[in-house]
């Protein structure tokens, strides 16, 4: 990837990650979840911002590094539904859960904040693993 390329991916990222200088806080408290495939898995993240409106965001990356969307949410709402995956919003915390789990669902999942529901669509591939996120790994048996 280009320098250049890259350089506006992780400024992207961090907005995503991070939002304006009005958001106080973006954690996941769980590091490592483990699942049996066709159980279902839920994961929190933890929102704390100082604007009234805006909208969070779960993120899955593949070990390919391949970084996908996978639901989004606004404030005003406490919860959507996405084939398998759902979230619920009983502020400060979002959660994700995904039903009937696949082998195909090991990945790292992280949440994000944005005032700018746009945002998202400037989406590119990531090169590395983000900190501080969960990963699901299935157990298969």
């Not at 400024?11 to 590091?31: D, R």
């Not at 969070?56 to 406490?78: A, D, K």
């Not at 995904?98 to 529901?117: E, K, L, N, T």
Request: overall charge positive; hydrophobic content about 40%.
């Amino acid at each position: 990837m280009q320098p250049r390329r890259f350089a506006l991916l992780c400024t992207v990222l961090a907005f995503i990650c991070f939002g304006s200088s009005n958001t106080q806080s973006v954690s996941q408290p769980t590091n490592v979840m483990y699942t049996r495939v066709g159980e279902s898995v839920t994961l929190d993240c933890k929102i704390t911002v100082s604007y009234s409106s805006y909208y969070m965001y779960w993120y899955r990356q593949l070990s390919s590094g391949e970084m996908t969307h996978i639901i989004q949410l606004h404030s005003l709402n406490r919860n959507s539904r996405d084939g398998r995956y759902s979230v619920v919003f009983q502020k400060p915390t979002l959660k994700l859960t995904i039903s009937a789990v696949i082998p195909g669902d090991s990945a790292v999942y992280f949440c994000a904040v944005a005032q700018d529901p746009t945002v998202r669509l400037v989406m590119g591939r990531a090169l590395q693993k983000p900190l501080g996120l969960s990963t699901i790994q299935m157990l298969l048996q």
